[in-house]
């Protein structure tokens, strides 16, 4: 076997070395923020940096069926708040006894402590009825999305910007407050600002709620439940 090779690894991509391991880093140390939240606003500059990072994201046939609505009144963000509350109230009663205990001491949102709120939608008619790659999977547009959320909340942690998704929502709701078409589809509430710190872990993890799982648990080779 070839020797590894860092200087040609760095030729073929085009990074040096730092420039990959500050990709990782980005990687490595991304957190979902909720209540470390400053209030001063995001310069426009950062916003159009992160919007920009996920509109270059990959889309099954380049569909790009995303959308960004840009929440700054406090009014509305309020109101998304009580869509909030009122859905979370629903999620505890599904956990039970000390669970139920430990879910309502989590703080879950940041949606009025942000500044900033993107709600993210997936148009699945942009592209027509017919689109290359959706054929066989109609997730495909949604899959397509989630992509750039994450492009968008990787560029953000590089600019030092904390992003929070909030998902206990009912869609309606969102709708009803944002106005947004029934066709369109609601993929994200991200509540984004800069923040005082970030968990050196996931703040589940930190709270004993989840860990993450052992990597090599996760993987198998030439068939589901197949490892060397």
């Known amino acids: 076997m070839r020797p590894f090779d860092e200087d040609a690894l760095s030729a073929a991509s085009g990074f040096s070395l730092a420039e990959r391991e500050a990709v990782y880093h980005a990687i490595m140390t991304r957190r979902d923020v909720r209540g470390q939240f400053r209030a001063d606003p995001l310069p426009d500059g950062v916003v159009q940096r992160l919007l920009m990072a996920a509109h270059h994201a990959p889309s099954v046939g380049f569909m790009q069926p995303w959308n960004f609505i840009l929440v700054k009144s406090a009014a509305v963000r309020a109101r998304v708040r009580d869509a909030f509350a009122s859905a979370n109230d629903e999620a505890a009663l599904m956990f039970a006894g000390e669970r139920q205990q430990a879910y309502r001491a989590l703080k879950l949102e940041g949606i009025v402590e942000a ?114």
């Open 115 to 228: 500044p900033l709120g993107i709600c993210v939608t997936c148009d699945p008619t942009r592209s027509g009825s017919v689109v290359l790659g959706r054929t066989h999977n109609p997730k495909m547009d949604s899959y397509s999305t989630v992509c750039a959320i994450q492009n968008l909340w990787l560029a953000a942690r590089a600019e030092g910007v904390g992003i929070g998704w909030v998902s206990i929502f009912r869609e309606g709701d969102l709708k009803s407050i944002l106005g947004i078409p029934q066709h369109i589809e609601v993929v994200a509430w991200l509540c984004a600002g800069f923040v005082d710190r970030l968990y050196d872990e996931p703040e589940l993890s930190v709270k004993g709620w989840r860990q993450r799982l052992p990597l090599d648990e996760l993987v198998f080779h030439d068939g589901w439940g197949l490892y060397t």
